[in-house]
């Protein structure tokens, strides 16, 4: 085995905590150098569990003898966190969404070119299993041309979640600069991006506060997408799904349908035309509660693209798509129409 990848993780906090810090442990390619955090405490928590350094900035990780970093900050702070990165000669997965707005995406991409670095971001979705057997299938032809699909991205919030709770940066526009379409909504149009194999073109959207007592972002989000060949769908995002969680698609076609996540026993269920019907267990949607407990497959796929000096499962190009599409729908939602996407 060659040298090791030296990893910084910028950003000490739940996803660091229960995907990035244990995935790149588990993989021996990798060692980490040192975690990051603006609360230097939470820095030193996983720095101290994996024999790590903790630094306060991404300034001060960026400083060290490190080949690459994941960006795991609130969102506002991914682009100028990951631009600095390829200023300082590193590879980056930036977690989603990828930025704030398209012109700070393109950015990041024309950045990482001139580095020639890789620049990923973090949408697992598509690395999930029962997404790639969807996305299979639907690539066979089983069900046809897809006509409609309906995806949901739905749970009671992120405040049990995020290590600062429920006066933390989820819910401040200036850190976050979305709520719930960044959360979860721009998973969920990566998703049906991916899986449909072509671009949203138009949307029409409700993005809305209208339930956290907390906050000034959107804790509700019902969008309408139309996609390229004239495939219509909705994407809903939503914070306010009590108690539960609902992480769903369901892709129509001609001749049948995809259900995905919806059988508690299994995870992809096609349903056909003719009667048939297929059933697959082929792993289960990997939620932030077993965040822990199943690998995401993102860290792997990163170093893999460091490693092997290839195209990562979501480049930046991708990223910035699935990001234009909640920009649209923003942007719908603002003006009352319908809203074409900057693809
Ligand atoms: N891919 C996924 O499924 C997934 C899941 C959850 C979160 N995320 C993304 O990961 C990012 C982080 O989310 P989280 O859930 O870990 O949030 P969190 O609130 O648990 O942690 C964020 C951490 O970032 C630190 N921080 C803030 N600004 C910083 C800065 N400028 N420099 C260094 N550290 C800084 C905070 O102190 C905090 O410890 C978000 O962009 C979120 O959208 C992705």
Redesign the pocket.
Known sequence: MGKKIRVAV??????????HAPEYAANPNVEIVAF????LS??EKLADKYGAKAV???AA?LKLDVDAVS?????A??A??TLDAFKAGKHVLC???MATSDKEAREMIKAAKKADKVLMI????RLMGLHVKAKELIQAGVIGKVVTFRTSFAHPG?ES????GAT???FDKK??FVGTM??LGV?KADLVRWLIGEEIVEVAAFVEHINKPMGDVDDNAVCLLRAKSGAIGTLTASWSHYPGEDNTTIIYGEKGQIRLGTDPNYSVVVHLLSGEKQFYSVGAI?T?DS?GQTS?G?IDAYINAILTNTEPPVTGEEGRRSLAVILACLKSAETKSFAKVDI
Do not use: L, M, Y
């Open positions: 910028i950003g000490s906090g739940s996803i660091a905590t229960f995907r990051a955090d603006r609360v939470r820095a306060d900035s991404h990780a960006v795991c900050t609130p969102n702070f991914h100028p966190i977690e989603k969404p973090g949408h697992n979705q992120p979640w995020s290590i600062e933390g940066w989820f850190q976050a960044g959360d998973h990997q932030n965040g995401s993102v």
